[in-house]
């Protein structure tokens, strides 16, 4: 009996493991390991939950992002006739072990990034955000997502799932709205490249759905969920991350039109100012690289570029002739 096309899905999981954000955690949260093995239990739950479902996880880091599962082949050398074997562990083990060794490389990373970035705001006084790559993860998800559906009909339906906690950085606002826009049909820093990856998520129809880990909500995601048909979630409540990742983001595209879901509350579509990262109401934008400020300036702080050398002209509206 051939499958409907309802009941085949595919679900890429965007997973935030930021060292800086796990190792300054709210009290809401388990610990990175705990919070590992919850994901397991949701991976394999969602794959049982029929038995042509496919899952991909993306792990998201501050400097880096990658696909852990499924993982990329590795290219066989001409001059060698063995293959390596295949892998024995279920999909979850394979992806939780993935993560766990992209987090401790990240880890390492992160700890000199941690002596330059002190040096450098001594320094300077600036002190650089440690906020996770989630514009590129989103595109590499949609990527995906793009490819799984070309397969004609019997291509499961896709969706992303994001479960994110690092704070919003104001650079990658600009570059998630455009990986939201793109899901509908199948610049400037971190920004432009977050909103460029949701607007193409709602261009090819591939609805983004996010769960907040962290102490605040994440308005990128909040805005990434409702232009894309997704849901929203910020699980504030200890120990709970396991049931609401089952109850809510268990359940398919298909089902959802007869489950009564969480609604989402306001969305703030205001967008955050470059300089103090506060939403503003009315902004004043660079007409070279977009970045939003809350103040005028005489030069741009993102590209550097001279607003005062630049001649303002007024232009006068033309006159009508008084009838004769």
Same mark, same amino acid.
């Given at each position: 009996?051939?499958?409907?096309?309802?009941?085949?899905?595919?679900?890429?999981?965007?997973?935030?493991?930021?060292?800086?954000?796990?190792?300054?955690?709210?009290?809401?949260?388990?610990?990175?390991?705990?919070?590992?093995?919850?994901?397991?239990?949701?991976?394999?739950?969602?794959?049982?939950?029929?038995?042509?479902?496919?899952?991909?996880?993306?792990?998201?880091?501050?400097?880096?992002?990658?696909?852990?599962?499924?993982?990329?082949?590795?290219?066989?050398?001409?001059?060698?006739?063995?293959?390596?074997?295949?892998?024995?562990?279920?999909?979850?083990?394979?992806?939780?072990?993935?993560?766990? =060794?992209?987090? +401790? *490389?990240?880890?390492?990373? !992160?700890?000199?990034?941690?002596?330059? $970035? %002190?040096?450098? /705001?001594? #320094?300077?006084?600036?002190?650089?955000?440690?906020?996770?790559?989630?514009?590129?993860?989103?595109?590499?998800?949609?990527?995906?997502?793009?490819?799984?559906?070309?397969?004609?009909?019997?291509?499961?339906?896709?969706?992303?799932?994001?479960?994110?906690? =690092?704070?919003? +950085? *104001?650079?990658?606002?600009? !570059?998630?709205?455009?990986?939201?826009? $793109? %899901?509908?049909? /199948?610049? #400037?820093?971190?920004?432009?490249?977050?909103?460029?990856?949701?607007?193409?998520?709602?261009?090819?129809?591939?609805?983004?759905?996010?769960?907040?880990?962290?102490?605040?909500?994440?308005?990128?995601?909040?805005?990434?969920?409702?232009?894309?048909?997704?849901?929203?979630?910020?699980?504030?409540?200890?120990? !709970?991350?396991?049931?609401?990742?089952?109850?809510?983001?268990?359940?398919?595209?298909?089902?959802?039109?007869?489950?009564?879901?969480?609604?989402?509350?306001?969305?703030?579509?205001?967008?955050?100012?470059?300089?103090?990262?506060?939403?503003?109401?009315?902004?004043?934008?660079?007409?070279?690289?977009?970045?939003?400020?809350?103040?005028?300036?005489?030069?741009?702080?993102?590209?550097? !570029?001279?607003?005062?050398?630049?001649?303002?002209?007024?232009?006068?509206?033309?006159?009508?002739?008084?009838?004769?």
């Amino acid at each position: 009996m051939p499958l409907a096309a309802e009941d085949l899905s595919l679900l890429v999981l965007v997973v935030d493991v930021n060292p800086f954000f796990w190792a300054q955690r709210p009290p809401s949260l388990p610990t990175f390991h705990d919070f590992l093995s919850q994901l397991r239990v949701f991976l394999n739950a969602y794959l049982l939950l029929h038995s042509a479902n496919k899952a991909a996880v993306i792990a998201t880091g501050y400097s880096s992002c990658a696909f852990v599962h499924p993982t990329p082949p590795v290219a066989s050398s001409s001059s060698s006739s063995t293959s390596a074997p295949p892998s024995t562990s279920s999909p979850a083990e394979d992806a939780i072990a993935q993560l766990l =060794s992209f987090a +401790a *490389a990240e880890a390492e990373r !992160a700890k000199g990034e941690s002596s330059s $970035s %002190s040096a450098a /705001a001594a #320094a300077t006084g600036i002190v650089r955000e440690q906020a996770s790559l989630l514009s590129g993860s989103l595109s590499m998800a949609l990527a995906y997502c793009v490819k799984a559906s070309s397969k004609g009909s019997s291509a499961p339906r896709p969706r992303i799932l994001c479960i994110h906690g =690092s704070p919003d +950085a *104001a650079q990658q606002y600009v !570059a998630i709205m455009n990986a939201i826009f $793109s %899901s509908q049909k /199948a610049g #400037a820093g971190m920004y432009v490249a977050i909103m460029n990856a949701i607007f193409s998520s709602q261009k090819a129809g591939v609805p983004i759905d996010a769960c907040a880990i962290g102490a605040s909500d994440s308005a990128f995601l909040q805005q990434a969920a409702f232009l894309t048909g997704g849901l929203y979630l910020h699980s504030t409540r200890p120990n !709970a991350l396991l049931q609401d990742l089952l109850l809510v983001f268990g359940v398919d595209q298909f089902s959802r039109d007869f489950i009564t879901l969480p609604q989402p509350s306001a969305v703030d579509f205001r967008a955050s100012c470059f300089c103090h990262k506060q939403p503003v109401d009315l902004g004043f934008v660079c007409s070279v690289c977009l970045s939003i400020f809350c103040a005028p300036a005489r030069t741009c702080a993102t590209c550097g !570029a001279d607003f005062a050398s630049a001649k303002r002209t007024r232009v006068n509206p033309p006159q009508q002739q008084q009838p004769q």
